[in-house]
């Protein structure tokens, strides 16, 4: 029985990576890439880890791949151009890479043979919830705060990364009354566009151009 | 007689291949992003049939941090992509080859 669920969920892990590969579509990609965690984490329930199991549904296929499909709706990627010539070379240096890759595999394969098999003979609560959150608030609660600090620094590198970037000089002042801007100044992609934006204020100026607008008169000149 | 343990290590060499393989062959930065996310579950999926074998919980431990700091790579990750698309318009690899934004 163990034996054909796990032929089964292997099965469905391979077919949806390689799904996942030969994709073209990137959100075609990221259901299958959900399809490989729904089958590991059927594997975990096999193999006596139903916390893990449930962690990999809740991080991996909530979390992260709403994340993921979200960027990807968000910058609305269309279909791969065709490679251009430049970088030609590279594909029969992937093909043997790959190719190593398929045999360090192979060799895997080869020596696992030999393994002594001991696997999950008695009951036992190793995976179970209790057992992690003692391991993880005894011997390892070092890593454990080392990962909140990690987790803070991510938010902040996202958050800083994800922002507007633009910089106004530091010698652009707007005069108080009324502005024109051009189009292109306030939006670098629409060069050449000379569309009048006009604007009453310093603050309504940099708002527009999407960068912070300090009112305090100590800043260098 | 169920699944052995070589089985399990098996499946996690196949699907780390794949993931590999996806790495060199993909252009678009968020399907290799996708790729790595598979390595990094071929490689949990070790930790967790060692730890059944040896009937130790180090391995689901060690499972639960990738699993936290994928979610940490994935947010500054997907944060990277976001930038650099807003930059470039673009999400091809080769387009994104030098350091500066």
Sequence with gaps: ?221 | MGPQLSWYLALSAILFTIGAVGVIIKRNVIAMFMCIELMLNAVNLTFVAFSSYFQDVTGQLFVFIVMTVAAAEAAVGLGIIIAIFRNRETLDVDDASIMKL
């Design chain 1, 1 to 221: 029985m163990s034996t054909l669920l796990f032929i089964v969920f292997a099965g469905m892990a391979i077919g949806c990576a390689i799904a996942m590969v030969s994709q073209t579509n990137p959100l075609y990609s990221a259901i299958s890439l959900i399809g490989v965690f729904i089958s590991l984490a059927s594997i975990y329930v096999t193999l006596a880890a139903p916390f893990i199991a449930a962690v990999q549904v809740i991080v991996y296929a909530g979390a992260i791949m709403v994340l993921v499909i979200f960027v990807i709706m968000l910058l609305n990627v269309e279909h791969a151009e065709p490679r251009r010539r430049r970088l030609k070379f590279l594909v029969p240096l992937a093909v043997g890479m790959a190719g190593i890759l398929l045999a360090e595999t192979a060799f895997i394969l080869y020596s696992v043979q030999s393994t002594p098999d001991r696997l999950a003979g008695n009951i036992s609560n190793v995976g179970l919830t209790r057992s992690i959150g003692v391991g993880l608030f005894t011997g390892y609660l070092l890593p454990f705060e080392v990962t909140s600090v990690l987790l803070l620094m991510a938010i902040v590198g996202a958050m800083s990364l994800a922002r507007r970037s633009t910089v106004l000089s530091s010698n652009a002042r707007v005069v108080p009354g009324v502005q024109v801007l051009a189009m292109d100044i306030v939006n670098p992609r629409a060069v050449g566009d000379l569309r009048p934006v006009q604007t009453e204020t310093t603050a309504e100026a940099a708002h527009l151009l999407g960068v912070d607008f300090q009112t305090d008169q100590n800043q260098p000149e």
